[in-house]
């Protein structure tokens, strides 16, 4: 395997494997919260507050430090000498702080204005509205704290460091549960406790980041050099970058500021399903996105366009092995997975069934986001940042129009007149929140085929379209009939699924295992150079 490759795939795998331990813990923290809150206005008010800080999270964490940060430092410490690299990053880290805090404060101040801009159906709701207020002046400040994060993470996976970075949200999530636990029962209003987690997950965060740093001797101390050449090349990438690499969660939030206007629950409900819809994403598709973007900004930094696209190549075809099968799964299963992690406490056989519906919407567009997150940074590593952005304003407008034809009428009390009379006279389906999971869904197959188009006029001959295409054939043909034994395999243990929460979970691992079991045979059969190059990764971890 050429060293491009090797370093591609080990390294997504170390970051596979510490993304999990982040995706499960992740998890964790949200049955926690259900099992205290369940879908009623406390975690309505919760969710709708850390909507902007988690968007931030995504896009300085999955964005930012990917497609603006690690090509800046990754041309510094290929071209310059290493003191000129930690220099760039205390510059970066110096005018980031005094950003990050001003919007910090502003957001706090402003906090009445972002809530009635994104859940203007709390408007009608005054108990609901002053809650998600006080909740989002809380959380604010968690903005300072990860986007430094994002800085110093940038630079250490530009130095193939991935280990504090993949770690890093893991620490969240243990304090918001530890939160949760410790704290929800002895405060006058509970769910602060949640607030209280995030806040001092995010410090946790980042002495990581800065422990890492330290130890390679890349001591992170902040400097006024606004004009160096890393802050000004960063800042010309930093905002197209955010909005083209992290769409999806741009549609998300505009579902949330939708669902705001439909019955309680709404919200919540998609905030569950998207937590299940993010598990496979981040556990390999992150995973590869991170462990790419290095070789690709240095191959592009050195021209070396061929390489380039074999490298995006090869991380396509190990995608499409997990996204494709993962999709089908989750339209499948996406019932018993919500009962057996949520369906408990104040999580109720209602909520288990209305999530359900909206995670198998958003697994309908599984594989458009997880391309979308390996396509949009082969352009910023180009240097086109404009193109994503383009994309990703086509991929808003589609999102607007499928969400409000889809989610059906809304009422007069829940917002503006002139609100509900656009949705109403729009509205053809009646899907409810389902509606704007599918819309997203929409919208992200949209971003990855025009993003798809644009690269292959960008890369003439440099890229193997007819070999991608054949590994997403192979990897269909493989999943299909997996899809057929998981629900013949799920019809056969349906008496488990009503029994007890330890008969479900054996009968959920089951299914599971018949459906991977099934998937990688059909590989091994069908074959393929994917299939060869997973085959040869996993021995080579393996001794």
Avoid at 253 to 274: E, F, H, K, R
Avoid at 289 to 298: E, I, N, R
Avoid at 433 to 454: K, Q
Wanted: net charge positive; aromatic share 8%; hydrophobic share 60%.
């Amino acid at each position: 395997m050429p060293t491009e490759k090797r370093r591609i795939a080990e390294a997504a795998g170390v970051v596979s494997a510490l993304t999990l331990m982040s995706r499960v813990t992740g998890l964790i923290r949200d049955i926690v919260i259900s099992y205290l809150f369940g879908a009623g206005t406390a975690a309505e008010a919760f969710f709708v507050a850390f909507r902007f800080p988690n968007l931030f999270r995504r896009l300085v964490a999955e964005g930012a430090m990917a497609v603006a940060f690690v090509p800046v430092f990754s041309d510094l410490l290929s071209n310059r000498p290493r003191a000129e690299a930690v220099r760039g990053l205390r510059a970066l880290i110096g005018v980031a702080a005094l950003v990050l805090a001003v919007m910090a404060l502003a957001g706090s101040i402003f906090s009445p204005l972002w809530i009635d801009a994104v859940a203007p159906g709390f408007a009608g709701e005054p108990e609901l509205r002053s809650l998600a207020i006080t909740l989002t002046r809380w959380l604010f400040p968690y903005l300072f704290f990860i986007g430094l994060v994002a800085v110093m993470a940038g630079y250490l996976n530009a130095s193939r460091h991935f280990i504090a970075p993949a770690l890093s949200p893991a620490l969240l999530n243990l304090s918001v549960i530890s939160a949760a636990l410790l704290l929800s029962g002895f405060l006058a209003v509970p769910v602060r406790a949640l607030a209280i987690g995030v806040l001092v997950g995010g410090l946790g965060q980042l002495a990581l980041q800065v422990a890492a740093l330290v130890r390679r001797g890349a001591v992170p101390l902040p400097t006024w050099e606004p004009r160096h050449e890393a802050v000004r090349r960063a800042a010309r990438l930093l905002l197209p970058a955010t909005i083209g690499t992290a769409i999806f969660q741009i549609n998300v939030l505009i579902g949330t500021m939708l669902a705001s206007l439909l019955a309680v629950g709404s919200v919540s409900y998609l905030w569950y399903a998207d937590r299940v819809f993010e598990f496979p994403l981040g556990l390999v598709v992150s995973a590869l996105g991170t462990a790419a973007l290095p070789s690709m900004a240095s191959q592009a930094s050195r021209r070396q366009y061929a390489e380039l696209g074999d490298s995006l190549g090869f991380a396509l075809s190990l995608m499409n092995l997990v996204a494709i099968p993962a999709s089908i799964g989750l339209v499948l299963l996406a019932q018993p997975i919500t009962a057996v992690l949520f369906e408990r406490g104040a999580f109720g056989a209602d909520e288990t069934a209305a999530t359900a519906s909206a995670l198998q919407f958003y697994a309908i567009g599984l594989w458009s986001v997880a391309a979308t997150r390996l396509l949009a940074p082969a352009f910023y590593a180009l240097g086109e940042p404009r193109t994503p952005v383009r994309v990703a304003a086509l991929a808003v407008v589609v999102n607007v129009l499928a969400s409000v034809v889809l989610m059906g009428p809304v009422d007069d009390d829940k917002s503006p007149a002139w609100l509900v009379a656009a949705i109403n006279s729009l509205s053809i389906a009646d899907l409810d929140h389902a509606g704007l999971a599918l819309a997203t869904s929409i919208a992200g197959t949209v971003n990855a085929l025009v993003l798809a188009a644009g690269l292959a006029a960008r890369l003439p001959g440099h890229f193997d379209w007819r070999g991608t295409l054949g590994s997403i054939a192979r990897s269909l043909a493989a999943a299909l009939p997996m899809g057929v034994a998981v629900y013949a395999a799920s019809q056969l243990f349906q008496p488990w699924f009503a029994a007890s929460l330890a008969w479900r979970i054996g009968a959920l691992t089951a299914v599971i295992a018949v459906g991977i079991s099934v998937f990688a045979a059909g590989c091994l059969v069908i074959g393929g150079p994917d299939v060869e190059r997973a085959k040869r990764y996993l021995r080579n971890r393996g001794r």
